[in-house]
């Protein structure tokens, strides 16, 4: 009898340490997913409240919302969508559309097709500003980000916009021929550069041929004359004839939606070891379909069960 009673206080001891030792873990487990959380969409140590909640992720929403969460998604993106800083602000055009698209929770489209220009501040250190513009495409015809990247082929064909517009909206990357300077379009058709310069998926002189072209090679003042040479084959054989109709049907592509949720991933992960598959992906896809907008695409990865495991 003495014996049976010891036996039943041991088994009742181990059994209060299991509990305490699964409550632990859980405890652990949700404080390792709110300082995840936190820290890849805020870049800030957890609030005792987000360390003390049941589930960290049905926070997911709320910091999203924040204008820390804004600030920090903006810096990416601009980091993202050009090699280096700009000089200036208003250079950096897709950091200020970049805010404002998010603070006004508009569609991720209009970062290149909204109808707004990103003028130049004050002055030349103060923050650019976004105005709404009829004649607009995102930040593409936004002066400062033109001349940026305006390039210096011989005879004004804006090749390194045409480049970094399908980086910027699909995501391609393709790396430059070096030394090609005084290689005129017609020299582009040789074997060695058709590949990037004549296809009709992304060539990047036939491009370049519907968008607006450069004259003059000083920042301060070259002007951009209209395109006259005509509709010209791009995305697979689509037969375009201007900046905004390529844009379009660019941002009205699945690779557009599969770059956004790429996007969303990266941010999150803060590195490139993830698939760009399987069900988060997919759960990615659906709510950015739904939405429209980035926010959605960045909550439903942080969401998933996956991402706190
Ligand atoms: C692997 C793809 C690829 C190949 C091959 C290639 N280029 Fe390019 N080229 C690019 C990219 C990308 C850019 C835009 C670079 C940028 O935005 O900085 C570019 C830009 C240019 C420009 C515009 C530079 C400016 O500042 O306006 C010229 C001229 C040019 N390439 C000539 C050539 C010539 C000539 C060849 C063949 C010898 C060639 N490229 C082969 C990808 C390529």
């Known amino acids: 009898m003495a014996l049976r009673l010891s036996n039943r206080i041991v088994l009742v001891l181990a059994a209060t340490v299991f509990v305490a030792s699964t409550a632990s873990a859980q405890n652990e487990a949700r404080e390792r997913c709110a300082t995840r959380l936190s820290g890849s969409l805020l870049g800030q140590t957890p609030t005792t409240a987000l360390l003390g909640a049941t589930n960290p992720q049905t926070s997911v929403d709320a910091m999203i919302a924040t204008p820390v969460f804004q600030e920090k998604f903006s810096r990416f993106i601009n980091a993202k969508l050009n090699d280096d800083p700009g000089e200036t602000p208003a250079e950096d055009a897709s950091y200020s559309l970049a805010k404002y698209?998010?603070?006004?929770?508009?569609?991720?489209?209009?970062?290149?097709?909204?109808?707004?220009?990103?003028?130049?501040?004050?002055?030349?250190?103060?923050?650019?500003?976004?105005?709404?513009?009829?004649?607009?495409?995102?930040?593409?015809?936004?002066?400062?980000?033109?001349?940026?990247?305006?390039?210096?082929?011989?005879?004004?064909?804006?090749?390194?916009?045409?480049?970094?517009?399908?980086?910027?909206v699909l995501g391609l990357k393709l790396v430059a021929a070096v030394n090609t300077n005084g290689v005129n379009a017609a020299g582009r058709m040789q074997a060695a550069c058709a590949g990037c310069h004549y296809n009709n998926t992304f060539g990047l002189d036939y491009v370049s041929?519907?968008?607006?072209?450069?004259?003059?090679?000083?920042?301060?003042?070259?002007?951009?004359?209209?395109?006259?040479?005509?509709?010209?084959?791009?995305?697979?054989?689509?037969?375009?004839?201007?900046?905004?109709?390529?844009?379009?049907?660019?941002?009205?592509?699945?690779?557009?939606?599969?770059?956004?949720?790429?996007?969303?991933?990266?941010?999150?992960?803060?590195?490139?070891?993830?698939?760009?598959?399987?069900?988060?992906?997919?759960?990615?896809?659906?709510?950015?379909?739904?939405?429209?907008?980035?926010?959605?695409?960045?909550?439903?990865?942080?969401?998933?069960?996956?991402?706190?495991?």
């Open 209 to 309: 041929k519907i968008l607006s072209r450069r004259v003059g090679t000083d920042a301060a003042t070259m002007t951009f004359r209209a395109p006259s040479e005509g509709p010209q084959p791009v995305l697979g054989g689509m037969m375009l004839s201007d900046d905004k109709a390529f844009v379009t049907a660019m941002v009205n592509s699945t690779d557009f939606k599969f770059n956004v949720c790429r996007t969303a991933m990266e941010f999150l992960y803060a590195r490139a070891e993830f698939k760009c598959e399987g069900p988060v992906f997919d759960a990615c896809m659906a709510s950015f379909d739904t939405t429209s907008t980035i926010q959605s695409a960045v909550a439903a990865i942080a969401k998933d069960p996956g991402f706190c495991q």
């Open 101 to 168: 698209v998010l603070q006004n929770n508009r569609p991720w489209r209009d970062m290149f097709i909204g109808l707004y220009r990103v003028n130049p501040g004050a002055t030349a250190t103060a923050d650019a500003v976004v105005a709404a513009d009829p004649n607009g495409l995102g930040y593409f015809r936004s002066r400062a980000w033109m001349v940026r990247y305006a390039g210096n082929e011989l005879d004004g064909y804006r090749i390194n916009a045409a480049y970094r517009m399908m980086n910027n």
